[in-house]
């Protein structure tokens, strides 16, 4: 079993910025390929970033691209997500999420495919 807290979330001006953390505790989380998924209210969840075990590979949003990045300490247990240049879209609730992987190098773009899911932590961005 693992246990995913995020933190970092609140209310930012556009074009402002935040940075969320996740963590992790548990099992070991190095061997865990992360992910940080979005849900505004009255859609579906989708994917905002993932990356690998190791931090060596990662995958955005198109939406996202050049103003977020994940990134992942396993010393500290923690994955982080800074955003910057925030817009008004970007308001949604964000979790973090962990999908077993030993030591594969995959990161993983479908919810459907982790196995332990945080709380969730409110972003809104006012314009």
């Known amino acids: 079993q693992v246990q995913l807290v995020e933190s970092g979330g609140g209310l930012v001006q556009a074009g402002g910025s935040l940075r969320l953390s996740c963590a992790a505790s548990?099992?070991?989380?190095?061997?865990?390929?992360m992910g940080w998924f979005r849900q505004a209210p009255g859609k579906e969840r989708e994917f905002v970033a993932g990356?690998?075990?190791?931090?060596?590979?990662?995958v955005y949003a198109d939406a996202v691209k050049g103003r977020f990045t994940i990134s992942r300490d396993n010393a500290k247990n923690t994955v982080l997500l800074q955003m910057n240049s925030l817009k008004p879209e970007d308001t949604a609730v964000y979790y973090c999420?962990?999908?077993?992987?030993?030591?594969?190098?995959?990161?993983?773009?479908?919810?459907?495919?982790?196995?332990?899911w945080g709380q969730g932590t409110q972003v809104t961005v006012s314009s």
């Open positions: 999420a962990g999908k077993y992987v030993g030591f594969s190098m995959g990161v993983y773009v479908h919810q459907r495919t982790y196995d332990y």
């Open positions: 548990g099992r070991t989380f190095s061997n865990y390929a």
């Open positions: 990356i690998s075990w190791n931090g060596g590979n990662t």
